[in-house]
């Protein structure tokens, strides 16, 4: 029996003014009201995940140029910037060849010794600071390119070291990014020095001279890959075994070393550094137990080979504590290709770490 159709259309009126809900009734313009309100709160919500923070610049800037004054120091003094008055003679102050030579030809000594001294500070301020640079980018355009929070590169210049860098750090919000990305991320940096500081160690190779007797105050001790390459290429003088003498230094060839040391020290499998990056998101949890034995082994090393100067390291690594935080997603697949990578990257301390580092002569 149909309705008259007065009756329907006032029904249907009247729902479109009071919606029903269950058994209560709500008006529409509370509805829209409150509707309005929670995408306001989705949107504020959202903005707050998805923006990252406001990166700082000037002190990234102020630490990057105080890095290069204590970089440029240290090439300029030849690697030895607690004798200031050691200008490129090794560990002990240059004397005059003759007390009694006329002073306009001392001062036009002193004045070309300044220069070369100046000139060879420049060149391994550049070659320096060009490895470290590409390191710190490749984690960092990694990450910009992930959408990862990440900071700019903040470089530790520390004018009384023989290296006159302790490297350089990127801050980055790691919990945001899945285990692809942080392969990529912790990867990418130790890549980019690679591809800057093997050609600078070659060219630093190639001007090496070994068969005079090497001075001064301290001595370095070579990696397995640089071995290799002195080995290679038949660098005159060179012996198996041999450590380099500050007087045998250049440029190229200690900005190199310094370039394999840091890439070494960073892929070492523990923490978050760039190889507990990669070991997590290669083994998962398993990476753990390979920060522990690691762990174990070193401080087996540093007592039995008396390399002290490592403990400091050690004590960082503690306070970071060893074990990697988890990925924002774990069961991210990384493929065949960058497990493969990853595998093989695990090589690069071995091949590039130096085990005695600095040894004083």
């Not at 105080?66 to 200031?84: K, Q, R």
């Not at 290429?233 to 190199?256: D, K, T």
Request: proline content about 8%.
């Amino acid at each position: 029996m149909n309705e008259p159709m007065d009756s329907r259309a006032d029904e249907l009126n009247s729902s479109h003014d009071e919606p029903v809900r269950g058994d209560r009734r709500y008006p529409l313009e509370a509805d829209s009201v409150e509707l309005s309100s929670q995408v306001e709160h989705y949107e504020r919500s959202r903005r707050r995940i998805v923006q990252a923070p406001k990166r700082r610049v000037w002190l990234p800037i102020f630490l990057f140029l105080a890095t290069c004054l204590s970089t440029f120091w240290v090439g300029m003094t030849h690697w030895n910037p607690t004798n200031v008055l050691v200008w490129g003679s090794g560990s002990a102050p240059r004397m005059y060849d003759n007390l009694l030579s006329s002073p306009a030809i001392e001062m036009r000594r002193e004045l070309l010794q300044y220069a070369a001294d100046w000139w060879t500070g420049f060149l391994y301020m550049a070659a320096m600071l060009g490895i470290l640079f590409a390191h710190e980018m490749g984690h960092f355009i990694m990450a910009v390119r992930y959408r990862v929070p990440a900071s700019l590169p903040y470089f530790i210049p520390v004018p009384i070291s023989p290296i006159g860098t302790f490297g350089a750090v990127i801050g980055m919000d790691g919990l945001r990014a899945d285990r692809k990305q942080m392969f990529d991320i912790g990867l990418a940096g130790p890549l980019a020095g690679l591809v800057v500081a093997v050609p600078v160690l070659w060219y630093g190779v190639q001007q090496m001279d070994l068969t005079m007797p090497g001075t001064g105050g301290f001595e370095l001790d070579l990696p397995i890959a640089m071995k290799w390459m002195m080995e290679w290429m038949q660098v005159p003088g060179y012996e198996p075994g041999m450590y380099i003498n500050q007087s045998q230094l250049n440029p190229f060839f200690m900005a190199g070393w310094v370039g394999l040391l840091v890439t070494g020290l960073n892929m070492i499998p523990v923490s978050q550094l760039d190889g507990g990056h990669v070991t997590y998101t290669l083994f998962g949890k398993k990476a753990h137990w390979i920060a522990r034995v690691f762990l174990v082994v070193a401080i087996i090393f540093i007592v039995w080979a008396q390399a002290y100067n490592w403990s400091v390291m050690l004590i960082l690594i503690f306070l970071m504590r060893p074990e990697h935080p988890p990925t924002s997603d774990d069961s991210v697949p990384i493929g065949w290709f960058r497990y493969t990578l990853g595998v093989l990257s695990l090589s690069i301390p071995i091949l590039c770490f130096p085990p005695m580092a600095i040894q004083m002569a």
